[in-house]
Nanobody, 124 residues
């Protein structure tokens, strides 16, 4: 049974940093595509960053240069380092996994497994 459990959300001021974590279990972690999505009330879930089995990454234009996705295969844990946070980064952040994601495609339809989310609040 696939389980994804996010942690690390919280409240920060604009310009600050947070690191999100996603503990994964129940699947062959290192072979999967992993990604972070975010969602604000009333809007669709937006792909933020992805990382595939060979370590290649993709980022949404809105976070390039500020966010960094990484994974620790030994710990089955995915990370999202978020720097220079802006008020528009505030959202519920979700961890997602897929056996195949077309090279790290950030569209929601590629991902089968989801965590419960962790809230990020950024004050101006």
């Amino acid at each position: 049974q696939v389980q994804l459990v996010e942690s690390g959300g919280g409240s920060v001021q604009a310009g600050g940093s947070l690191r999100l974590s996603c503990a994964a279990s129940g699947f062959t972690y290192f072979r999967y595509c992993m990604a972070w999505f975010r969602q604000v009330p009333g809007k669709g879930r937006e792909g933020v960053a992805s990382i595939v089995s060979d370590g290649s990454t993709r980022y949404a234009d809105s976070v390039k240069g500020r966010f960094s996705i990484s994974k620790d295969n030994a710990k089955n844990t995915l990370y999202l380092q978020m720097n220079s946070l802006k008020p528009e980064d505030a959202a519920m952040y979700y961890c997602a996994a897929s056996a195949y994601c077309s090279g790290g495609d950030l569209r929601r339809r590629w991902y089968s497994y989801w965590g419960q989310g962790t809230q990020v609040t950024v004050s101006s």
